[in-house]
């Protein structure tokens, strides 16, 4: 019998994984990309766009045909290996929900006044009340959804007051001038690196929204997902290509309030405050539930108390920002390790895809298989030079 599938679930899912990828990260690394590359930028973002899609159509399906959280599938795939990812996830999850209430914690800075670190401890409360609600999931996929939908068209107001130049940007995402491998590797790990990939994949399975006879309903929530994060990549590069175009020189410092204050003054500021909280506060929510989501299935205990175990991960995370500030020797290695979580877990599940233990009869699409395994070349290849290039080799 098949089952009804929900469909706000499906959307509240795929919010969630662009709302994750969608972080204070994500926006400076739009920025100076953008200052770096031009309108050649855009060839970038297409080419990456492809791969999220590839690597999040593999993961979303074979999670949902497994009806398994991803540690599970790769601990049946090769004993062990499910405990090895869930450590990097979480220790990934942990060190990005540092930076992540930092970033809130600078737009309610920039928004109301307040310190940095008073503004991250009153995000970690709005994080923690979402937690606390007894209908979590239901109030998780509202925020997704509102914290998103704001993002988005509060980028594509700055996008159209810094009046880009879009033909140019049209033929450069086709035929660029300049390319860089470091930036498809920040902006695809920053997309669907780490815990990313699996925040709206593990919610369709807390939601009990799975099996083979939804798989198209899931092909278009992951598919729905990449769009959302995509479209505002677009828009901030667009906006970011504007105040350049126009001779706006960003500050180093803090290159995605620049693009914001040159586009609109002080009122593109207090918006850039407004984005850069809610980027902030929904990858906080979206990092806390995804990174414990690794770990329940674990022991009985956890998944019992799954819900104060998140609230403890955001109070650790706010407590090791309010001690040290951002840690961004941390950052800079975690998200080196988060390029390397990407083939890897894509690898296990292209693995799962062919275990009848695991799938049952699910006939994985060959092309699907092979689209992913070239993912998971490339971005393996990425990740090793990107590292020896840190180590200076």
């Known amino acids: 019998m098949k089952k009804k599938f929900n469909w706000s679930v499906l959307l509240g899912a795929a919010f969630l994984m662009a709302s994750s990828a969608i972080g204070p990260g994500f926006l400076t690394q739009t920025a100076v990309f953008t200052a770096q590359l031009k309108a050649s930028f855009g060839f970038v973002i297409l080419l990456s766009v492809i791969l999220d899609a590839i690597a999040q159509l593999n993961i979303w399906r074979i999670i949902a045909v497994a009806?398994?959280?991803?540690?599970?599938?790769?601990?049946?795939?090769?004993?062990g290996l499910g405990y090895f990812i869930s450590f990097l996830v979480f220790l990934g999850g942990m060190a990005f929900n540092i930076g992540n209430i930092a970033g809130a914690g600078l737009g309610l800075n920039v928004l109301l006044g307040v310190s940095v670190g008073q503004g991250a401890i009153m995000?970690?409360?709005?994080?923690?009340?979402?937690?606390?609600?007894?209908?979590?999931?239901?109030?998780?996929?509202?925020?997704?959804?509102?914290?998103?939908?704001?993002?988005?068209?509060?980028?594509?107001?700055?996008?159209?007051?810094?009046?880009?130049?879009?033909?140019?940007?049209?033929?450069?995402?086709?035929v660029p001038t300049s390319f860089s491998f470091t930036a498809v590797l920040t902006i695809v790990g920053g997309t669907v690196g780490g815990y990313i990939t699996f925040a709206g994949a593990h919610r369709l399975l807390d939601a009990r929204q799975t099996g083979k006879e939804n798989l198209p309903a899931i092909n278009k929530g992951a598919l729905s997902a990449i769009g959302l994060a995509s479209l505002m990549r677009i828009l901030l590069f667009i906006a970011a290509l504007g105040v350049i175009t126009a001779g706006g020189k960003l500050d180093p410092a803090n290159p995605a309030a620049s693009v914001f204050q040159l586009a609109a003054g002080q009122i593109g500021y207090k918006i850039f405050g407004l984005v850069m909280w809610s980027a902030g506060i929904s990858s906080v929510v979206g990092s806390a539930y995804t990174s414990v989501s690794f770990i329940k299935s674990f022991h009985p205990v956890i998944l019992k108390l799954n819900r104060e175990i998140i609230i403890v991960f955001i109070i650790i995370s706010c407590i090791i920002f309010e001690l040290i500030g951002k840690p961004v020797k941390i950052l800079l290695a975690v998200g080196a390790?988060?390029?390397?979580?990407?083939?890897?877990?894509?690898?296990?599940?292209?693995?799962?895809?062919?275990?009848?233990?695991?799938?049952?009869?699910?006939?994985?699409?060959?092309?699907?298989?092979i689209l992913g395994i070239m993912v998971v070349g490339i971005m393996a290849w990425m990740s090793c030079g990107a590292i020896v290039q840190m180590l200076g080799y």
């Open 67 to 79: 009806d398994k959280p991803a540690q599970d599938i790769a601990n049946q795939v090769f004993p």
């Open 123 to 174: 995000s970690a409360i709005v994080a923690i009340g979402i937690f606390i609600y007894k209908e979590a999931g239901k109030a998780m996929d509202l925020f997704a959804k509102t914290m998103g939908l704001l993002k988005i068209t509060l980028a594509l107001y700055i996008a159209y007051i810094s009046n880009p130049p879009l033909a140019e940007a049209a033929v450069r995402s086709v």
């Open 337 to 369: 390790i988060n390029g390397f979580i990407l083939p890897v877990a894509l690898g296990v599940m292209l693995v799962a895809a062919y275990r009848h233990k695991i799938i049952a009869d699910y006939k994985q699409p060959l092309l699907l298989t």
